[in-house]
């Protein structure tokens, strides 16, 4: 080859060899400025979904703060009980229900619940039992469920019943884990506890709530007609009242509610029963906690959010909030 030739071929190679490190540079630059305009991208999403939460708190309290001015009796008559409540905010739109958080089973109350005799159940063990046996949930499956979750939200590691299980039984699992042994933060945990397959959590998770506090108090006035198991559930059976007593006694629930506990224990079906002292005090007609459940959407976007409020005094006070995005966020708010 001549030596011009091979000049030539030197200056192709260095033309060729410049155009690599040229692509090279503009590719790492490319993916630099992408990975930039991802973060810039996730920050504004970050703050939309922190301005968007905040929006709901602010709505939400609003609604509460509201209904209590009025009146410290909470019924299904007021506004916080509305159907799929809507926000307008900038670009988009908030959406959703708040459900009240004392017209639910507080699974929480099964953590104070000590054996005083021995031939009686602590209340709140026996009530559940009676509830997830309405529900078709099998007697015997029913006593585990509901032993599990007391050795799941007591503070020791022993079990109270045979039926109950402590750690060695979650750490025996093909995925172990160990109890709580604390209360439940959100009932989603009971899908966790010994006995809750996934048809049954489906099946009793709208009836129940994970309050943070052991206390159990059900609002008479907000447990709605599809729900009366849960009122069938507060008394002994031997009272022999049905589902469908308090089914008629719920539809038959003055508009506004009754305005106290003796109102609501003067009605035929209960008036001269031996209801007990520790069952009555579980009755109310008005409520501290309450979930809205919802969506923001924005920006083609649609976030779940899940807020819990605690109101004392009337005003509203957000204790509370998680966000995810559709398919991720579950809890005892969706469908109640």
Same mark, same amino acid.
């Given at each position: 080859m001549s030596?011009p030739?091979k000049?030539?071929?030197i200056?192709?190679?260095?033309v060729?060899m410049?155009l690599?490190i040229?692509?090279t540079?503009?590719?790492t ?6 990975s930039?305009?991802?973060?810039t ?8 979904i ?5 929006a709901?708190?602010? %709505?939400?309290r609003?609604i509460?703060?509201?209904d209590?001015e009025?009146?410290? *009796?909470?019924?299904?008559?007021q506004?916080w009980a509305?159907?799929?409540?809507? %926000?307008?905010?900038?670009e988009g739109? *908030?959406t959703?229900n708040?459900?009240d ?11 104070t ?5 021995e031939d009686?159940?602590p ?6 039992k009676r ?11 029913a006593?585990?469920?509901?032993e ?5 939200v007591d ?5 109270d ?5 402590? @750690?060695?039984?979650y750490?025996s699992?093909?995925?172990?884990h &160990?109890? /709580? ?23 009793i998770?709208?009836y129940?709530c994970?309050?943070?506090t052991s ?10 007609q599809?729900?009366?198991?849960l009122?069938?559930? &507060?008394f002994?059976?031997?009272?022999d ?6 089914e008629e006694?719920?539809?038959?629930r003055?508009?506004s509610?009754?305005e106290?506990?003796?109102? %609501?224990l003067?009605?035929?079906?209960l008036?001269?029963?031996s *209801?007990?002292d ?9 409520s501290?906690y !309450?979930?809205f ?5 924005? @920006?083609?976007r649609?976030?779940v &959010?899940?807020?819990? %409020?605690?109101?004392e005094s009337?005003? /509203?006070?957000?204790?509370? !909030?998680?966000y995810?995005? *559709?398919?991720? &966020?579950?809890g005892?708010?969706? /469908?109640?």
């Amino acid at each position: 080859m001549s030596a011009p030739h091979k000049q030539q071929g030197i200056a192709l190679i260095t033309v060729l060899m410049i155009l690599a490190i040229m692509v090279t540079v503009a590719s790492t630059m490319t993916g630099r400025m992408t990975s930039s305009l991802l973060r810039t991208e996730g920050v504004n999403y970050s703050d939309k979904i922190y301005w968007y939460g905040q929006a709901t708190v602010e %709505f939400s309290r609003m609604i509460l703060e509201d209904d209590f001015e009025d009146s410290d *009796i909470v019924s299904l008559n007021q506004t916080w009980a509305t159907p799929d409540l809507v %926000f307008p905010v900038d670009e988009g739109q *908030i959406t959703g229900n708040m459900v009240d958080f004392r017209s639910c089973f507080n699974v929480n109350a099964l953590a104070t619940q000590e054996d005083d005799d021995e031939d009686d159940e602590p209340l709140a063990v026996s009530q559940l039992k009676r509830l997830l046996e309405e529900l078709d949930v099998e007697e015997g499956t029913a006593d585990t469920i509901v032993e599990s979750a007391r050795d799941w939200v007591d503070s020791d590691d022993s079990a109270d019943e045979s039926e109950g299980a402590e @750690d060695r039984y979650y750490e025996s699992l093909q995925v172990p884990h &160990l109890t /709580a042994n604390n209360l439940m933060v959100d009932i989603s945990e009971l899908r966790s506890v010994q006995g809750v397959t996934a048809e049954i959590y489906e099946n009793i998770k709208d009836y129940l709530c994970a309050l943070p506090t052991s206390e159990q108090l059900i609002n008479v006035n907000t447990v709605r007609q599809d729900k009366a198991a849960l009122l069938y559930s &507060l008394f002994s059976e031997d009272l022999d009242f049905s589902v469908e007593d308090f089914e008629e006694l719920i539809d038959d629930r003055p508009t506004s509610g009754w305005e106290s506990v003796e109102e %609501f224990l003067s009605e035929d079906l209960l008036d001269g029963e031996s *209801i007990s002292d520790e069952e009555q005090a579980q009755l109310s007609v008005t409520s501290d906690y !309450f979930q809205f459940y919802g969506a923001a959407e924005f @920006d083609q976007r649609v976030i779940v &959010l899940k807020l819990l %409020f605690n109101i004392e005094s009337e005003e /509203a006070t957000e204790i509370r !909030f998680q966000y995810a995005g *559709i398919d991720e &966020l579950v809890g005892a708010g969706e /469908a109640q």
